[in-house]
């Protein structure tokens, strides 16, 4: 109600003023001092966590660990079975008669016919092959005679003497490097010099592989070839082009001219035939 006497409906109720805050006193009852309450206690860390709670955590711990190892064992495993079962050995060979391309032969022996199978008998504990293209001589314009020649040997190694065919043809590849190395050289004598570079590795034929240019010339004849070794697992591979070369008229004790540039390159293109002839051999994978 107001002053005047009339009435206020849903009046706002005074504001209460705020209550003071308890304070414990200094003193208890009997006058003596008080002591100060103690402040709470932080949560108990994990090294006071109880036993139970201690040996959940190592144990998870430690299932962790061993997962992350087993996955690692795991994967390594299949590394290494891959890498097994990505290269077998070879059980047999392609007819190497038929490993170079036409590309190949038109390009660096045009004159030559279909492959004639060349070579001897194998020898124990081995599967051979072997295969010659050969062009006849034919006069060129300057009134020489020069003829081209392909020759392919494969040689697979069977496992024997408690090693496998594979061990088997790299001992067969060393000895053929070091024969290289150790022959390298010049033979001046009469009527025929030759002449034998030192031999150079090759990349990216097989799993090793190295070349070796070698010149013979005379007074009536000279030829120009370069020898290709690869090995690929537990085969030998060799692949010769040569470039002879007979000329008009003698010159001197020489004969020429010698082309080793273009020996090595008909060599590298005819290797790279063979290794992908074996490659696409299904029958041939062990």
Request: hydrophobic content about 35%; glycine content about 12%.
């Amino acid at each position: 109600m107001t002053d005047d006497g009339s009435t206020t409906e849903n009046a706002e109720p005074s504001a209460r003023p705020p209550r003071p805050a308890l304070v414990a006193p200094e003193q208890g009852l009997d006058g003596s001092p008080r002591e100060p309450a103690a402040p709470e206690a932080p949560e108990a860390l994990d090294e006071a966590a109880p036993p139970e709670r201690s040996r959940r955590r190592l144990l998870q711990a430690g299932i962790a660990a061993g997962a992350v190892l087993l996955v690692g064992a795991l994967l390594l495993g299949l590394a290494v079975r891959s890498g097994s079962e990505a290269a077998p050995q070879y059980a047999s060979l392609p007819d190497v008669c038929s490993t170079l391309s036409k590309n190949t032969l038109q390009r660096h022996a045009p004159r030559a016919g279909a492959g004639e199978p060349s070579g001897g008998k194998a020898a124990a504990g081995e599967r051979q092959g072997s295969c010659e293209w050969k062009e006849p001589l034919t006069g060129e314009p300057d009134g020489a005679l020069s003829s081209h020649r392909f020759a392919v040997g494969m040689r697979l190694m069977l496992d024997g003497g408690g090693k496998a065919g594979t061990a088997l043809a790299e001992g067969a590849y060393q000895t053929e490097w070091d024969a290289a190395r150790s022959g390298s050289g010049r033979s001046t004598q009469s009527p025929v010099r030759l002449e034998f570079d030192r031999p150079f590795p090759l990349k990216g034929f097989g799993d090793q592989a190295f070349a070796r240019p070698i010149q013979s010339s005379g007074a009536s004849v000279g030829t120009s070839k370069v020898v290709v070794t690869a090995r690929v697992r537990n085969v030998l591979v060799t692949v010769e082009y040569a470039h002879t070369v007979q000329p008009a008229e003698k010159k001197g004790d020489e004969a020429g001219p010698i082309d080793t540039p273009t020996a090595r390159a008909g060599a590298e293109v005819a290797a790279r035939d063979v290794l992908a002839a074996l490659k696409a051999c299904a029958r041939c994978a062990g």
